[in-house]
């Protein structure tokens, strides 16, 4: 494949992908060709989600396959997948397939089981033939753990998937031989040999850490990298008692913390991941067996693996050191007695590095994170936002100071049940190399004349009566240095 038509290719890649938060295209071998994500577990469970329905399901043209089983190659339980052909081959039998996500307002449940965290669908046939089978789609929507809106939301995204399938054949009715197995083929390799370039240019090494989690987990990892290859071992791992990963997420989680570390846009595709070997035992936490509950690992349990992995990297290289963790969000959600729901997700700062202060309260691992404006919350939900703000002085000490985190206070109007998860509540994100901590994350309740009642749970839920304030503050990042 030339260079022109490789800039075609990625081209029509980029924007058949582009109207989708999240999306992946995969040719019939179960080869993916690219991914557009929204979280670390999308780079790993998407092409997996659709690798499965391929396997099992023998889909036409104008045929849809839905999932958000996270077993299945779904993520959480509030996003769903939808894969289909996106191109038809001389012998009638697609040649590529499209794979894409569309999210809803998640449920904060505290559970044991994968299915008490909601509606779960295994891969369910949808559509034929671009005619949507009635009887299903009713029976998920009727579910009480259904996503709100979930038959007017795919209505709109079933328009732009159809509008996509379109011009994509209409571009490659134009341009014959831009997708024959050949040029795919061309493809990858290509893809494989920019990260192999990259490697070549490293110090090869490996490194070992051990992260012990407030609630007792234990994430042992070694890293291998070389000039072929990066290998991350997560033997000893402990299972689960908060946080529950597939084996599929935790890939995710490897490829976008290296992809991050190294600043560099690596391809997402075939190429590049088959030079990336993660294992882990079966049934721990980054492995986990059905039914263990995922939302938490999907939502905190990536980016604390990411920063596990950036930390073990930083030990190969020696001169892009960071402070120790960048913070799981602290977050909330409100049931109200009307039955609305809000949830809320406050990110923490960033841990410092040799040569940066960190960034304050962002949310590091998630692309195109919509935030609602005050107003909308205020018209959709029985609540009133008091403040927002960066939380000052909560990042550590240091030659650089860890970033800022995140402060709201909310005033309830309504009894409400709240719930909660915070990752960072009893152990401070350190510092290093002699900075001081960022603080810890916390959550205040202020009832109607009495103190401030701090929690003091790492999760839980309890009642809110209308007149009481919510007060939540995100962790801080760990400093760099003696200041």
């Not at 697609?94 to 809803?104: E, H, K, Q, S, V």
């Not at 938490?296 to 990411?306: L, P, R």
Request: charged residues 20%; neutral net charge; proline residues 5%.
């Amino acid at each position: 494949m030339s260079s022109l038509q490789t800039n075609l290719f990625r081209i029509f890649l980029d924007e058949t992908l582009s109207p989708f938060d999240s999306a992946a295209c995969l040719t019939a071998e179960g080869e993916i060709l690219d991914i557009k994500y929204e979280t670390l577990a999308d780079i790993g469970t998407l092409g997996q989600g659709a690798q499965t329905v391929m396997k099992y399901f023998p889909i036409q043209m104008g045929d849809v396959v839905i999932l958000n089983d996270p077993y299945s190659g779904g993520s959480v339980l509030s996003t769903m997948t939808l894969i289909t052909p996106l191109i038809l081959g001389h012998n009638q039998v697609p040649d590529l397939y499209l794979a894409i996500r569309t999210g809803f307002r998640p449920q904060l449940v505290i559970s044991k089981t994968l299915d008490e965290e909601g509606l779960r669908i295994p891969p369910t046939p949808l559509i034929q033939g671009r005619q949507i089978n009635q009887a299903i789609l009713d029976a998920m929507a009727s579910h009480p753990l259904c996503p709100e809106g979930l038959k007017e939301r795919l209505e709109i995204v079933l328009k732009k998937l159809w509008a996509r399938i379109d011009a994509f054949n209409d571009l490659v009715t134009k341009h014959p031989g831009l997708c024959t197995k050949a040029a795919v083929k061309s493809y990858l390799k290509n893809s494989r040999q920019v990260l192999l370039d990259i490697l070549s240019e490293l110090p090869s090494g490996e490194a070992k850490t051990e992260t012990k989690l407030e609630s007792g987990e234990v994430i042992k990892l070694r890293i291998e990298l070389s000039h072929e290859a990066v290998q991350f071992d997560f033997a000893g791992t402990t299972n689960s008692k908060r946080l529950c990963l597939t084996d599929a997420s935790t890939f995710g989680a490897c490829f976008g913390a290296v992809s991050a570390y190294l600043q560099k846009p690596l391809p997402l595709n075939s190429g590049t991941f088959s030079l990336f070997h993660v294992t882990s035992p079966l049934g721990c936490l980054l492995n986990a067996k059905y039914p263990s509950p995922t939302y938490k690992g999907m939502t905190e349990g990536t980016s604390v693996v990411a920063s596990t992995v950036i930390q073990t990297l930083s030990e190969i290289f020696h001169t892009t050191k960071v402070s120790v963790y960048t913070p799981a969000p602290t977050q909330i959600s409100l049931e109200f007695n009307s039955g609305k729901r809000f949830f809320d997700s406050l990110p923490g700062g960033v841990g410092a590095s040799a040569n940066a202060d960190g960034a304050d309260a962002i949310h590091l691992w998630v692309r195109n994170r919509l935030q609602n404006s005050v107003q909308e919350v205020e018209t959709r939900f029985p609540l009133l936002i008091h403040h927002i703000g960066l939380r000052k002085g909560s990042g550590g000490k240091g030659q650089h100071k860890g970033g800022c985190g995140l402060m709201k206070e909310y005033e309830i109007l309504e009894p409400a049940k709240l719930r909660w998860s915070i990752q960072h509540r009893k152990t401070p994100l350190k510092g290093m190399k002699g900075a001081q901590a960022g603080e810890a994350a916390e959550i205040f309740i202020k009832r109607q004349n009495k103190e401030k009642e701090q929690i003091t749970l790492d999760e839980g839920e309890v009642q809110l009566n209308p007149g009481d304030h919510l007060i939540v503050a995100s962790a801080g990042g760990g400093g760099w240095g003696k200041g």
